[in-house]
């Protein structure tokens, strides 16, 4: 039905067009939008209309509005008075609405103002803040400073209170130390006073008296003089001269000491230039007006001192040019030391890399270097430490390790075994030897035993046969001798047996040289080993044997029978000298 | 330490003679002269009363003894025994005597310092000086004996009076600017004369032989000042010693302080040496100069003692005096320089020293305190300039 819907538009449009004219604009750009869109999107049309019906239906209950078209009237004729109380209660709606919204713009702009208003309020309550803070701040440093004030003021009065009590404290000792003083002097006073009335009521007075014995020389032997004139102007005079004795010596003083320090400080300004000339040829660039300046002055002042230097700086303006001059090059020491204080601050800090860097490279080379040879030594050590936990802990083989170990002394004990060897040989042969004069001496006594026994029947045949007529010279010189020696050894008969021991040795010629020797057991060893060498090389060993065993033989006697070999030699030693002499 | 046996003696009146041959010991009235080595008496003389004062003249040929309560000084001779000269002052009284230089006059002073008297032994002539001051140390006698510089006081004014001993002419008379005078002495070399004030103000002029003001020196206002003033033998030092327990030192050329020494109770310089003497009562003389501190040591008799370094800081004990009194027992009271003018023996009050004195070499100092007796030896390696 797009008449009834045209209708329906023209009927919405209308009322709406009655509205209060401030929200026209606001209402009719809503119309107008809603017309817009109304000329635009047609909603109903002639297929639709139920479902536009039903839709609007929809729409109408949703808003709480009763129905516009009820199924159940039957007639698809919409119900006009239904459908414009819809309308008037959709435009009564759409009033209250526009109301609510008039009403939400007022309110929106109240609150906007509302909030402007609050903006300006608070920057102007900050700024209020602020203003009141910053003179917070100022009155706090107002009061703070008035406190120091306050304090220093505080000290002050102390230390006026103390000024004031050390000048009490002056004060009372001077007054203490004045009346100190008056009581003398009152005292004093009051002596005088009782003097004065001693002295006016004491009629006789004592004089002042001297009683010397005799008059005493004086002291240098001569005589006083009056007082003159003369002598006044003399002692003027003296005074004078002592008094200008006195500043002569000053002055010379002074003057010795005067040149003395000029010498130390021409020395000085010498030293000076020294080291600033030197150091101005190093650093050339910096200083070049200076140095102009110092140059010029240099060449002033060498100049002026070649010239004065004999002279004495005696005048006043000498002494100041001399003064002046130190202070001058003074100054510019210290200002030259001070540029190199700076100089060396400043590339302390860092400025200058380069010279840092150098250094330090050279620094790090060496730093490398050194570790280096740290490492070397540590590898060495640890070389040196597994050889000898090798040595110690592991003997991998007995006979090489014996061996290993043994190595240096290889040699040494190669021979020093061969010369045990030896000597064990001889050992052995000593034994062997020993054992066999031990067998001699044994024989020996064996065989003395029974030589013993032979000579006493010898002798007893001698006896029984001894008669006074001589037979022959040899029986009889033997028998003579015999009875010569058994006459004198008669009484003692121990030496008996000794004679024809004598006889049968002489046979033996070696024996001999053991009966003519008594000999100490001392050179027992000596003889054998002379008599050995010569045995063996002269004789076959065994004949050394006897010798050597007689030798033993009489060794053995020796020391019991020393005494009577010894006695018997000796008587016997004419009478036997040609016998034995010829037996040897 | 050798001891001789005790000898009696009155009035601490025992002195050596100048030459050093006899020994004069006064006993109540009676004067004992004894040989110095062998200490046997050579001399007896009786003065007529007891003996307040006895001095050798500076030959050693004559002591005079002074009797101040019967006003008379009796004069004795060591060679002529029987020579006797007797100085009777009569009824204006005597205070003080003394030889002149020469040894030859004698100078009384009488009582209430109304005048001095000066007594010829040769001329049996008389003098008078008016108007004496009665100070701490009014008389100066030159080292050389030629000049006598006395105090005086006329109107309310302190004046110095240069006289030349020969014939005791007045060379000057001028006055000073000192408030109260408290004393005077020559220096050394006869030039210069140190004058300085009572205690009430620090004030030390030094005028010249001719009268000259050559310089004043104070170094402080309104506090107790001067206690004891001496030259250094060469003249060249002037040492103040003031009631502050320093020590001033003024040089002779600018007559400005060239150095200051402090007293203080605990020494704590690096420098000084402190020596303790065990288990006794030890006292502290300070030498300054010499950097060296050194204790009072044996008792006379007892020489059991031995002296360990104390390690510093070193706490002097001292007694501390009565401020209020007048002429309180503080402040440098005695100093002393050693004959080549190195050291300079300071005391403070305070500390239980009598007297010191230097030997004549310089070379040792010794100190009596009121038990002991201590002989220092100053190591003259370790002088520090």
Same mark, same amino acid.
């Given at each position: 039905?797009?008449?009834?819907?045209?209708?329906?538009?023209?009927?919405?449009?209308?009322?709406?067009?009655?509205?209060?004219?401030?929200?026209?604009?606001?209402?009719?750009?809503?119309?107008?939008?809603?017309?817009?869109?109304?000329?635009?999107?047609?909603?109903?049309?002639?297929?639709?209309?139920?479902?536009?019906?039903?839709?609007?239906?929809?729409?109408?209950?949703?808003?709480?509005?009763?129905?516009?078209?009820?199924?159940?009237?039957?007639?698809?004729?919409?119900?006009?008075?239904?459908?414009?109380?819809?309308?008037?209660?959709?435009?009564?709606?759409?009033?209250?609405?526009?109301?609510?919204?008039?009403?939400?713009?007022?309110?929106?702009?109240?609150?906007?103002?509302?909030?402007?208003?609050?903006?300006?309020?608070?920057?102007?309550?900050?700024?209020?803040?602020?203003?009141?803070?910053?003179?917070?701040?100022?009155?706090?440093?107002?009061?703070?400073?008035?406190?120091?004030?306050?304090?220093?003021?505080?000290?002050?009065?102390?230390?006026?209170?103390?000024?004031?009590?050390?000048?009490?404290?002056?004060?009372?000792?001077?007054?203490?130390?004045?009346?100190?003083?008056?009581?003398?002097?009152?005292?004093?006073?009051?002596?005088?006073?009782?003097?004065?009335?001693?002295?006016?009521?004491?009629?006789?007075?004592?004089?002042?008296?001297?009683?010397?014995?005799?008059?005493?020389?004086?002291?240098?032997?001569?005589?006083?003089?009056?007082?003159?004139?003369?002598?006044?102007?003399?002692?003027?005079?003296?005074?004078?001269?002592?008094?200008?004795?006195?500043?002569?010596?000053?002055?010379?003083?002074?003057?010795?000491?005067?040149?003395?320090?000029?010498?130390?400080?021409?020395?000085?300004?010498?030293?000076?230039?020294?080291?600033?000339?030197?150091?101005?040829?190093?650093?050339?660039?910096?200083?070049?007006?200076?140095?102009?300046?110092?140059?010029?002055?240099?060449?002033?002042?060498?100049?002026?001192?070649?010239?004065?230097?004999?002279?004495?700086?005696?005048?006043?303006?000498?002494?100041?040019?001399?003064?002046?001059?130190?202070?001058?090059?003074?100054?510019?020491?210290?200002?030259?030391?001070?540029?190199?204080?700076?100089?060396?601050?400043?590339?302390?800090?860092?400025?200058?890399?380069?010279?840092?860097?150098?250094?330090?490279?050279?620094?790090?080379?060496?730093?490398?270097?050194?570790?280096?040879?740290?490492?070397?030594?540590?590898?060495?050590?640890?070389?040196?430490?597994?050889?000898?936990?090798?040595?110690?802990?592991?003997?991998?083989?007995?006979?090489?390790?014996?061996?290993?170990?043994?190595?240096?002394?290889?040699?040494?004990?190669?021979?020093?075994?061969?010369?045990?060897?030896?000597?064990?040989?001889?050992?052995?042969?000593?034994?062997?030897?020993?054992?066999?004069?031990?067998?001699?001496?044994?024989?020996?006594?064996?065989?003395?035993?029974?030589?013993?026994?032979?000579?006493?029947?010898?002798?007893?045949?001698?006896?029984?046969?001894?008669?006074?007529?001589?037979?022959?010279?040899?029986?009889?010189?033997?028998?003579?001798?015999?009875?010569?020696?058994?006459?004198?050894?008669?009484?003692?008969?121990?030496?008996?047996?000794?004679?024809?021991?004598?006889?049968?040795?002489?046979?033996?010629?070696?024996?001999?040289?053991?009966?003519?020797?008594?000999?100490?057991?001392?050179?027992?060893?000596?003889?054998?080993?002379?008599?050995?060498?010569?045995?063996?090389?002269?004789?076959?060993?065994?004949?050394?044997?006897?010798?050597?065993?007689?030798?033993?033989?009489?060794?053995?006697?020796?020391?019991?029978?020393?005494?009577?070999?010894?006695?018997?030699?000796?008587?016997?030693?004419?009478?036997?000298?040609?016998?034995?002499?010829?037996?040897? | 330490?050798?001891?001789?046996?005790?000898?009696?003696?009155?009035?601490?009146?025992?002195?050596?003679?100048?030459?050093?041959?006899?020994?004069?010991?006064?006993?109540?009235y009676r004067l004992v002269v004894r040989d110095v080595s062998t200490l046997q008496i050579l001399q007896l003389f009786t003065c007529l009363d007891q003996i307040s004062h006895m001095e050798w003249s500076s030959d050693s040929l004559f002591i005079l003894c002074a009797m101040y309560k019967r006003g008379l000084v009796q004069v004795w001779s060591l060679e002529q025994p029987d020579w006797h000269c007797k100085i009777d002052e009569g009824s204006i009284g005597l205070v003080s005597s003394r030889w002149s230089p020469d040894g030859r006059h004698v100078l009384n002073t009488t009582e209430f310092h109304l005048r001095i008297t000066v007594w010829s032994l040769c001329t049996k002539a008389v003098s008078y000086i008016k108007y004496p001051k009665a100070c701490q140390k009014g008389i100066d006698f030159s080292r050389d004996g030629c000049y006598m510089?006395?105090?005086?006081?006329?109107?309310?004014?302190?004046?110095?009076?240069?006289?030349?001993?020969? $014939?005791?002419?007045?060379?000057?008379?001028?006055?000073?600017?000192?408030? $109260?005078?408290?004393?005077?002495?020559?220096?050394?070399?006869?030039?210069?004369?140190?004058?300085?004030?009572?205690?009430?103000?620090?004030?030390?002029?030094?005028?010249?032989?001719?009268?000259?003001?050559?310089?004043?020196?104070?170094?402080?206002?309104?506090?107790?000042?001067?206690?004891?003033?001496?030259?250094?033998?060469?003249?060249?030092?002037?040492?103040?010693?003031?009631?502050?327990?320093?020590?001033?030192?003024?040089?002779?050329?600018?007559?400005?302080?060239?150095?200051?020494?402090?007293?203080?109770?605990?020494?704590?310089?690096?420098?000084?040496?402190?020596?303790?003497?065990?288990?006794?009562?030890?006292?502290?003389?300070?030498?300054?100069?010499?950097?060296?501190?050194?204790?009072?040591?044996?008792?006379?008799?007892?020489?059991?003692?031995?002296?360990?370094?104390?390690?510093?800081?070193?706490?002097?004990?001292?007694?501390?005096?009565?401020?209020?009194?007048?002429?309180?027992?503080?402040?440098?009271?005695?100093?002393?320089?050693?004959?080549?003018?190195?050291?300079?023996?300071?005391?403070?009050?305070?500390?239980?020293?009598?007297?010191?004195?230097?030997?004549?070499?310089?070379?040792?100092?010794?100190?009596?305190?009121?038990?002991?007796?201590?002989?220092?030896?100053?190591?003259?390696?370790?002088?520090?300039?």
């Open positions: 039905m797009p008449e009834s819907s045209l209708e329906v538009k023209d009927i919405q449009s209308s009322p709406a067009e009655c509205r209060t004219p401030p929200l026209r604009q606001f209402s009719q750009s809503s119309l107008a939008v809603h017309r817009n869109s109304y000329m635009f999107s047609t909603f109903c049309t002639e297929h639709n209309v139920q479902e536009c019906l039903s839709h609007i239906n929809q729409e109408v209950s949703s808003l709480g509005l009763p129905p516009v078209w009820t199924e159940s009237a039957g007639s698809s004729e919409l119900n006009v008075v239904a459908v414009l109380n819809c309308m008037y209660d959709l435009v009564q709606l759409h009033r209250r609405g526009v109301r609510n919204l008039e009403n939400m713009e007022v309110e929106q702009l109240r609150a906007s103002s509302n909030v402007d208003f609050l903006q300006l309020t608070s920057t102007r309550l900050k700024e209020q803040l602020e203003l009141s803070k910053r003179e917070n701040t100022g009155l706090l440093e107002k009061e703070r400073q008035l406190q120091q004030k306050v304090k220093s003021l505080q000290n002050c009065l102390k230390n006026e209170k103390e000024e004031v009590q050390k000048l009490q404290n002056i004060i009372a000792s001077r007054a203490s130390q004045y009346n100190h003083e008056m009581k003398r002097k009152e005292r004093e006073f009051n002596k005088l006073k009782e003097r004065l009335n001693q002295l006016l009521v004491d009629k006789k007075e004592k004089k002042q008296a001297i009683d010397v014995l005799n008059r005493i020389g004086r002291a240098d032997g001569k005589r006083s003089l009056w007082k003159t004139e003369k002598t006044e102007a003399r002692h003027e005079g003296e005074m004078y001269k002592t008094l200008l004795s006195d500043y002569d010596t000053r002055q010379r003083e002074l003057v010795l000491e005067n040149a003395e320090l000029r010498k130390v400080l021409q020395q000085m300004k010498k030293d000076i230039m020294s080291i600033l000339g030197s150091r101005k040829t190093t650093s050339k660039a910096d200083k070049h007006e200076d140095g102009c300046i110092q140059a010029d002055s240099e060449e002033e002042e060498e100049v002026f001192d070649s010239s004065k230097e004999s002279v004495e700086l005696y005048c006043v303006h000498a002494r100041e040019k001399l003064t002046n001059s130190i202070r001058l090059q003074w100054r510019r020491l210290k200002s030259h030391v001070e540029r190199l204080d700076s100089q060396a601050s400043v590339s302390q800090i860092g400025d200058s890399k380069n010279t840092d860097a150098v250094p330090r490279e050279i620094h790090m080379e060496e730093m490398d270097r050194l570790k280096l040879e740290i490492q070397q030594c540590k590898d060495f050590i640890q070389t040196q430490q597994q050889l000898l936990q090798q040595q110690l802990s592991s003997p991998c083989d007995e006979e090489t390790a014996s061996l290993l170990s043994d190595c240096y002394m290889l040699q040494e004990k190669d021979r020093l075994r061969e010369e045990w060897k030896t000597l064990e040989e001889q050992r052995k042969n000593f034994e062997r030897e020993r054992r066999n004069f031990t067998e001699a001496a044994i024989r020996l006594s064996h065989e003395r035993k029974a030589f013993e026994e032979d000579r006493a029947t010898w002798l007893k045949h001698q006896f029984l046969n001894l008669s006074p007529f001589s037979e022959s010279k040899k029986l009889m010189s033997k028998s003579k001798s015999a009875f010569l020696i058994s006459a004198e050894t008669e009484p003692s008969t121990a030496l008996t047996p000794e004679k024809p021991i004598t006889c049968p040795h002489e046979t033996v010629s070696p024996a001999h040289k053991c009966v003519r020797l008594a000999s100490p057991p001392a050179t027992e060893l000596r003889r054998t080993h002379c008599l050995a060498p010569d045995d063996s090389s002269t004789k076959p060993k065994t004949k050394s044997e006897p010798a050597e065993d007689s030798d033993v033989f009489c060794n053995r006697n020796a020391p019991g029978q020393n005494k009577r070999w010894n006695s018997s030699r000796e008587q016997s030693s004419r009478s036997f000298a040609w016998e034995e002499n010829s037996s040897i | 330490m050798n001891f001789s046996e005790v000898f009696k003696q009155s009035n601490q009146l025992c002195k050596v003679s100048p030459d050093g041959k006899y020994l004069a010991t006064c006993v109540q510089a006395l105090a005086e006081r006329r109107d309310c004014k302190d004046y110095v009076s240069v006289f030349v001993c020969d $014939d005791w002419h007045l060379l000057r008379h001028f006055e000073t600017e000192t408030q $109260d005078m408290g004393g005077l002495e020559w220096s050394p070399n006869g030039c210069v004369l140190a004058v300085w004030d009572s205690c009430l103000e620090y004030k030390v002029l030094l005028y010249s032989l001719d009268g000259r003001l050559l310089s004043t020196y104070s170094a402080y206002d309104w506090s107790l000042g001067v206690k004891s003033v001496t030259w250094s033998p060469s003249s060249q030092f002037l040492a103040i010693g003031s009631y502050d327990e320093k020590v001033r030192i003024l040089n002779h050329i600018t007559w400005k302080k060239i150095a200051q020494f402090d007293h203080p109770a605990t020494i704590n310089s690096s420098k000084a040496v402190v020596y303790k003497e065990v288990e006794k009562r030890p006292a502290v003389v300070n030498d300054d100069l010499s950097l060296h501190n050194i204790t009072i040591g044996a008792t006379l008799f007892n020489t059991q003692s031995k002296y360990e370094i104390c390690p510093l800081p070193v706490q002097i004990p001292v007694t501390k005096p009565d401020p209020d009194r007048a002429n309180p027992k503080i402040g440098v009271s005695t100093l002393a320089f050693s004959s080549d003018s190195r050291f300079l023996a300071t005391k403070n009050a305070g500390i239980q020293v009598q007297s010191l004195s230097w030997h004549c070499s310089g070379d040792s100092l010794v100190l009596l305190g009121k038990e002991q007796l201590c002989i220092c030896y100053m190591d003259t390696d370790q002088e520090d300039t």
